[in-house]
């Protein structure tokens, strides 16, 4: 069973551009929950989608959002990046019932710079 | 409000000695309870998990975790620790039979193997 399937693994944008970063889970899974982590704060949750629903959102800006397609693959999209959107960007997938599904598998990480 | 602890930022063990990890949780009710692994630029592997039942669990490459109800905690060992143990650890917990997929992380322990 392939595993969860972040692209790019590298990016390198401007400030004031927006970015767009892609998630493939793990098949049959139906959530799909983004993090970032930087070294300053750790591992922040931004949001989770299940069934093309944004189900929990974390306390981050109106510039992150994100959705889900029918195929349970998900994009994160950041608008006016800043200095500070300098991290890593981890994609977690689970079956998405909650309670002992909750187990989440993480995909490599995209690498954002902002310059 | 929920968190999690780890208290210690920063270990250094020799390798073949024995380790401990340790994790404070701060939750309404009993929460699910994971440890997940991150090598440098990479995801988070699942070590292991506390869900309910024997409250000493098994993990993979050779990893244990205790929950201590009384205690709030889930510490980490590892009898005997290997150069390919370096890497950083992240305590986690999820809610209990909650609909969701988030994850609240602790800060994480480095840890570092010296010969």
């Known amino acids: 069973k392939a595993g969860v399937t972040q692209t790019p693994r590298y990016l390198i944008k401007t400030r004031g551009q927006q970015v767009t970063l892609s998630c493939s889970p793990i098949s049959g899974h139906r959530s799909v929950s983004w993090y970032q982590q930087t070294p300053g704060q750790g591992l922040q949750f931004l949001f989770e989608?299940?069934?093309?629903?944004?189900?929990n959102k974390g306390n981050f800006p109106g510039r992150f959002s994100g959705r889900q397609f029918s195929n349970s693959r998900s994009e994160m999209n950041v608008s006016t990046l800043e200095l500070g959107d300098s991290a890593l960007y981890l994609c977690?997938?689970?079956?998405?019932?909650?309670?002992?599904?909750?187990?989440?598998?993480f995909g490599q990480g995209t690498r954002l710079t902002v310059v | 409000a929920q968190s999690v602890t780890q208290p210690d930022i920063h270990i250094t063990v020799s390798e073949g000695a024995s380790l401990e990890l340790r994790c404070n949780y701060s939750y309404g009710a009993t929460p699910y309870l994971f440890w997940y692994v991150q090598s440098p630029g990479q995801g988070l592997q699942l070590l292991l998990k506390?869900?309910?039942?024997?409250?000493l669990v098994q993990g993979i490459k050779g990893f244990e975790a205790e929950f201590k109800r009384s205690q709030s905690s889930f510490n980490l060992r590892k009898p005997s620790v290997h150069w390919s143990d370096a890497a950083e650890y992240f305590c986690a917990v999820a809610p209990r039979g909650g609909n969701t997929g988030k994850l609240i992380f602790g800060q994480g322990t480095t840890l570092q193997v010296k010969p």
């Open positions: 506390y869900f309910s039942g024997d409250t």
């Open positions: 989608y299940f069934s093309e629903t944004q189900r």
């Open positions: 977690a997938s689970s079956s998405g019932g909650g309670g002992l599904n909750t187990e989440a598998f």
